[in-house]
């Protein structure tokens, strides 16, 4: 993927304000394949030789906001603290 300029990242959160009130209130299963719907397509529109690095790039992306996206749904009260990965919890419970 090119580089993330501040215009791109805010159109993207713009988008995803959209797709969060599409999803909302759908079942797990459907917001699911339609998110693996959207990533296909991502991914097919690429060269067949630059498909399983955009996957990767794309995979890490969400692993690196994945941490961020809990910590907001704790400070909202939609889930537990419980809910931060092992290694979050570990060190909270260190300090």
Do not use: C, N, Y
Not at 5 to 24: C, N, P
Not at 47 to 60: A, S
Not at 64 to 73: K, P, S, T
Request: glycine share 6%; proline share 3%; hydrophobic share 45%.
């Amino acid at each position: 993927m090119s580089e993330m300029t501040e215009a791109k990242i805010e159109r993207s959160d713009e988008l995803v304000k959209i797709a969060r009130g599409v999803l909302a209130g759908e079942d797990a299963d459907v917001q699911g394949a339609t998110l693996a719907q959207l990533l296909a397509m991502f991914i097919a529109g690429h060269h067949p030789g630059l498909r399983d690095q955009q996957r990767e790039t794309l995979l890490h992306a969400a692993r690196m906001l994945e941490d961020v996206e809990v910590e907001i749904m704790i400070s909202q009260g939609r889930v537990p603290p419980e809910w931060r990965s092992r290694e979050d919890a570990e060190v909270e419970a260190a300090q």
